[in-house]
């Protein structure tokens, strides 16, 4: 029987979402918790992997027990909350169909990046505060060119696992709220390596006048010269995986 359930996590402790071998990550943790819970080795499947010190409100991440084992959704969820640390929580268990795929049935993923003007110590290590001054109608006019099908190699770190750069942004939204906390908002059916992290940089590099390019000339480019600085891990949190509603049984 497969299962799914969604995780939210502090990522400042750990080297990342995926297993590493020099350090502790939230799929470990998971998974051992896991073990003890259901009395067996259990691994996990995530919908994507998120960098060291990126946070997650609502990873997506799927399991596999035996039939027979008749497994309690809501009773386990209990024992793993209790046997994770307080930086990691799960919630919304349910059993899925065998073929249900926690990364590959995934419809889409929004991210949130935090960043703020001012310095804000109960912020720390959740936004990133940005000092310099920064022309924020233009970063919001440079953000609206950011929807819609591109080639975004030019937001690419190296390291990335796969060839194609290719991503269908659906949703670009630049907000401020509450202590001038301002919010990066964006949605799309995949994205590459760091993507997210340099597209903000480089609104951040455009806004205070590092960069004079515009972001279509900057995307079209397909050059990370272009591009500017990757923003830091902090500010970054995956609010959402969305699947099909018929993906859940």
């Not at 497969?2 to 470990?28: A, H, L």
């Not at 960069?211 to 010269?225: E, H, L």
Request: hydrophobic share 40%.
């Amino acid at each position: 029987m497969r299962y799914f359930f969604r995780v939210e996590y502090d990522g400042t402790r750990f080297c990342g979402w995926q297993n590493q071998p020099n350090g502790i990550s939230v799929q470990q943790l998971i998974e051992e918790a896991l073990s003890i819970a259901l009395r067996f080795p259990c691994p996990i499947v995530g919908a994507g992997r998120t960098d060291a010190g990126v946070h997650a409100r609502a990873q997506g991440v799927h399991f596999d027990a035996p039939d027979d084992l008749n497994v309690d959704t809501e009773r386990l969820t209990v024992s793993l909350n209790a046997l994770l640390p307080p930086d990691i929580a799960v919630y919304g268990m349910v059993s899925v169909r065998p073929d249900f795929h926690a990364r590959y049935s995934a419809v889409s993923r929004r991210y949130i990046y935090y960043f703020s003007d001012r310095k804000s110590p109960l912020n720390y290590k959740r936004v990133w505060m940005v000092y310099y001054p920064i022309d924020w109608e233009r970063v919001a006019l440079e953000a609206g060119r950011i929807a819609g099908r591109h080639d975004f190699t030019a937001f690419c770190s190296s390291g990335a696992d796969s060839d194609d750069k290719e991503c269908d942004v659906a949703f670009v939204a630049l907000s401020c709220g509450e202590n001038g906390v301002r919010t990066f908002t964006i949605e799309a059916n995949r994205f590459i390596y760091k993507m997210v992290r340099s597209l903000v940089g480089t609104l951040v590099d455009i806004g205070r006048g590092r960069i004079d390019a515009a972001m279509d000339a900057i995307i079209g480019s397909r050059d990370r010269n272009m591009a500017g600085e990757t923003a830091p891990a902090c500010g970054l949190v995956l609010e959402r995986v969305g699947y099909p509603p018929m993906e859940r049984l």
